[in-house]
C-alpha cells in the first residue's frame, strides 16, 4: 500500500506543534482571544500550558469545521469560531478567525497583515505558498494585500497612493518586511503619508 501526502494535515502538526530546539525547555502556553479588545490587549482566554494533558485547543482547520474545541481543567467546551476573534497556537503565534479560516497575524499595526498559506502542486511537488492579506484595524475587513485594495482602503490619502505606487508599482512585492523598523513596509508607508 502506497502511503499518501496529506499536505493539510502536514500544516495542522506544523501550525500546532511545539517541535523544534529548545522547546522541550520553555513552556508555551496557548488560549483563545475572546475579541479583537482583547488581543490588543494581550488577554488570553482559556489559557493553558501546551504540554499539560487538561488543556488542549482542536481549531479543526483540516476538516474546515466552523467551531473549535477548547479543553480546559479536563472540561471541554465548543465555541464557533464566528464568535471569536482568534487565538494563540502552541508555537506562539496568533491567529484571527476569518469565517471558518483562520489567518496568522504578522503585523498588527494600524494595517493588520496577515498570512494564509495555501498548497500547489508544481509537477510531483506539493509546496506551501503565502497569500498575503490586510484588515484597518483588528476588526475590519480582511482583503489580499494589493495595491488597489490598499488605495480603496484609503482612498483619500493621495500621499500614501503616491507612495506605493512609487514602491511598488513595477510589480515589486507588496509584502516587503522593514526589519529596521519592525513592520511592513505598508505600515511605514501609510504612517508616512500622515506626516
Do not use: W
Amino acid at each position: 500500500m502506497k502511503a499518501s501526502f496529506s499536505p493539510v494535515a502536514a500544516l495542522a502538526v506544523i501550525l500546532f506543534s511545539d517541535a523544534g530546539p529548545g522547546h522541550a525547555a520553555t513552556p508555551r502556553t496557548s488560549g483563545v482571544y475572546l475579541t479583537a479588545d482583547d488581543y490588543k490587549n494581550g488577554r488570553l482566554s482559556f489559557e493553558g500550558d501546551c504540554g499539560s494533558k487538561t488543556h488542549k485547543l482542536e481549531i479543526h482547520d483540516v476538516l474546515d469545521k466552523p467551531y473549535i474545541d477548547v479543553t480546559q481543567g479536563g472540561e471541554k467546551r465548543r465555541y464557533a469560531k464566528s464568535d471569536l476573534f482568534g487565538f494563540r497556537a502552541c508555537n506562539g503565534k496568533d491567529y484571527r478567525f476569518v469565517s471558518k479560516l483562520e489567518y496568522q497575524i504578522l503585523d498588527a499595526k494600524e494595517l493588520y497583515i496577515y498570512e494564509q498559506r495555501t498548497y500547489e502542486r508544481v509537477g510531483k511537488f506539493v509546496v506551501t505558498v503565502p497569500r498575503y492579506y490586510f484588515s484597518v484595524g483588528p476588526s475590519g475587513q480582511v482583503l489580499p494585500l494589493t495595491l488597489e485594495n490598499l488605495k480603496l482602503a484609503y482612498p483619500d490619502n493621495h500621499r500614501f497612493h503616491d507612495s506605493l505606487d512609487k514602491m511598488f508599482g513595477r510589480g515589486q512585492d507588496i509584502a516587503q518586511y522593514d526589519e529596521l523598523h519592525q513592520m511592513f513596509k505598508v505600515n511605514g508607508l501609510l504612517m508616512d503619508s500622515r506626516e
